[in-house]
């Protein structure tokens, strides 16, 4: 009989999110950890400590990102620019370095680099290591009210995640930071102060949206990954949101809709009152205006009525 194929750590963690028990309460699914919720399926009390000495290297491709801003289309991004540039294709295995069990960890030290990282992590948890080796980092920032409107979407189609049954209810937890990863605002509060570190790049969304061939060629500079505008093109080809939802189930199996959704610019419209789209307008006000990660996500164009 042949033998079936090893699953990935990758594969192995999609699994978990997918066979999670049926949707209970956010007691059962969530832990805090140093006053931040985490989903307790696939992250840990463990993990979190063995990240504290983990090493990185400085040549590692580091994505930040809060949840729901793009995450998963730069890691295929990045897959595809070492696949064209080694001419060979590139397992995308690696979870976020967050999740799953300090073993998981021992096994990335054995990657060949590049390695390609990626954390919902705030400033104050990654590993002191990225720092000290001044990583390249790039975050990927999305406007909050979007944002928002995945993350619920996210919540309702994620079996690891709890249900909420309007969402009115999800909107206040979200503003308040009581959703996994904390509040949005301090995310990028935090990231701000250190978005003129020379090892620091922010690009947006909404401009992957609209001027994609131009952020590809920032990434890639970013990174010091040497592609000619014809395999930007061809990298282009391959990650566009339509393509990547295409084959969604291939890269994320059964959770592919859940992490592929619609990739749209504005469907906070759909949902939100004019009520809860002021009290969004004033927390940005509040933490992110003027700021220079305020500025870059273009709240006035994206985010008004």
Known sequence: MAQSKQKTDR??????????????????????????????????KEMFEALETFEARDDDLMIVTYPKCGTNWVIQILHEMVSIIKNQETVLDQPMIEFGSPQMLERLKEQPSPRILSTHLNFQMIPKSFFEKKTQMLIVIRNPKDAAISFFNFYKNMPALPTYESWN???????????????????LVEWNNHIDEGNVMAITFEDMKTDFLTQLKKISEFFGLPLTDEQLCEVERRTSFTSMKQKSEDTHGKLGDAFFRKGQIGDWKSLFNEEQSKEVDAKFQQHLDKTKLGDLLNYAKYCKF
């Open 11 to 44: 594969e192995m963690l999609l699994d978990i999110l997918h066979f999670a028990p049926g949707k209970t309460s956010a007691e059962d699914l969530l832990f805090n950890y140093k006053d931040v919720l985490y989903p307790s399926t696939i992250c840990s």
């Open 169 to 187: 209810l999800f909107f206040n937890d979200f503003i308040h930071g009581n959703v996994c990863y904390g509040s949005y605002f301090n995310y």
